[in-house]
C-alpha cells in the first residue's frame, strides 16, 4: 500500500487485553514523525475477543492498520480478506492493513523474534524450548526453523495444542514435549506465556559448559524483569530481549501500513528513552 500524504488523516493502533502496557504507540509514532506523516495518528485501545468483530466493522476509510496483541492474533486472521503466507502457516496475524480488498493479515512477530535473537548474538539454535503453544509460539517455531533449528521441544500445562505441533513438522523439526518446570537440554529458550506462569526455575541448567552461548528470549515484556530473565542470567545464559522483538516487528508493520521504509535507528531511539538497558524491560507506563 503506498502512503497517502503528510496531511492526510490516517489512523492506526494496537489492540489487545491487557493493553496499558504497550509501548507500540511510542515505536510507530516515532516512524511517523521521522516520516513527515503528519496526519497520522497511532493509539492503543482495550479490545478482547469477545468485543473484536464490532470494534473492527466500526472503523472508517480513515484507518490504515491495526497492531495485534494478546489475545486478538488468531482472531484477526479469521477477520482478514486476504492472509499472507506466513500468517497462514503460523495461524496467528498480529497486523491487519486496510486494502481495497478488505483488510490484509500478516505476521511480523515471526521477523522480530528472528531479530531479537540476532541482537543477542543467537545464531546456532540447534535444539529449541518453546515455553507455551499457542499464537506466539508458533510465530517462534516460524523464527526458529527459520534459524536452523532442527528440534523444539514445547514445556506445556498438558499437551500442546496440535495445530502449533503440526506447524512445527511442517517446518520439518522434531518435536518434542515435557512439563512445566522440566528443562531439557537446549540452545535457545523462548517464553511466549505471561512470566508467573514459568515454573521450575530452581532446575533451570547452567550454560558454563564449553560451548556456544546459549540464549533466553521472555518475548512477554513487562514491568521489570522477570523471574526467568533474572534466573537465566544467574545462570550464566545470555538475554535477548522482548523489546527488540517489538521494535522489528514494528518496523515491519510501519513499512506495510505506510508504504514506506521503516526509521528503524529513529524508533530504536524512541523505544530507549522508556526501557532499562540492563534488562530490556519498560522503565514505566506510557501514554
Not at 504497550?22 to 506523516?37: E, I, K, N, T
Not at 506445556?156 to 518434542?176: D, F, K, S, W
Request: charged share 15%; net charge negative; hydrophobic share 45%.
Amino acid at each position: 500500500m503506498l502512503s497517502e500524504g503528510s496531511g492526510v488523516a490516517r489512523h492506526c493502533a494496537v489492540w489487545g487485553s491487557p493493553i496499558g502496557h504497550s509501548l507500540s504507540p511510542v515505536l510507530h509514532r516515532a516512524a511517523y514523525a521521522a516520516l513527515g506523516l503528519s496526519g497520522w495518528s497511532y493509539d492503543r485501545r482495550e479490545v478482547d475477543v469477545a468485543a473484536f468483530p464490532e470494534a473492527l466493522a466500526a472503523l472508517d476509510d480513515s484507518w490504515r492498520g491495526l497492531s495485534l496483541t494478546m489475545p486478538l492474533k488468531e482472531a484477526a486472521l479469521a477477520a482478514a480478506s486476504v492472509v499472507d503466507a506466513a500468517a497462514r502457516d503460523t495461524g496467528s496475524a498480529n497486523t491487519l492493513v486496510a486494502t481495497p480488498a478488505g483488510w490484509h493479515a500478516h505476521n511480523t512477530d515471526i521477523h522480530g523474534i528472528e531479530m531479537a535473537l540476532l541482537v543477542a548474538g543467537c545464531v546456532d539454535t540447534t535444539e529449541a524450548l518453546v515455553i507455551g503453544s499457542g499464537a506466539t509460539a508458533r510465530s517462534a517455531v516460524a523464527a526458529l526453523a527459520a534459524a536452523g533449528t532442527r528440534q523444539v521441544t514445547f514445556m506445556v500445562r498438558g499437551r500442546p495444542r496440535p495445530e502449533t505441533v503440526a506447524q512445527a513438522e511442517r517446518a520439518g523439526l522434531v518435536v518434542e514435549t515435557v512439563p512445566l518446570g522440566v528443562w531439557p537440554r537446549a540452545d535457545v529458550v523462548v517464553s511466549t506465556v505471561p512470566p508467573d506462569a514459568v515454573t521450575g526455575l530452581e532446575a533451570f541448567p547452567g550454560s558454563d559448559r564449553d560451548e556456544s552461548p546459549r540464549t533466553v528470549l521472555d518475548v512477554v515484556y513487562g514491568h521489570g524483569p522477570t523471574p526467568l530473565q533474572r534466573r537465566a542470567r544467574v545462570r550464566g545464559w545470555t538475554l535477548a530481549f522482548g523489546t527488540d522483538m517489538l521494535v522489528h516487528q514494528a518496523a515491519a508493520q510501519v513499512a506495510l501500513m505506510t508504504g514506506q521504509p521503516a526509521p528503524l535507528d529513529a524508533m530504536a531511539s524512541a523505544l530507549a528513552a522508556f526501557v532499562d538497558p540492563e534488562w530490556g524491560t519498560p522503565l514505566g507506563t506510557t501514554s
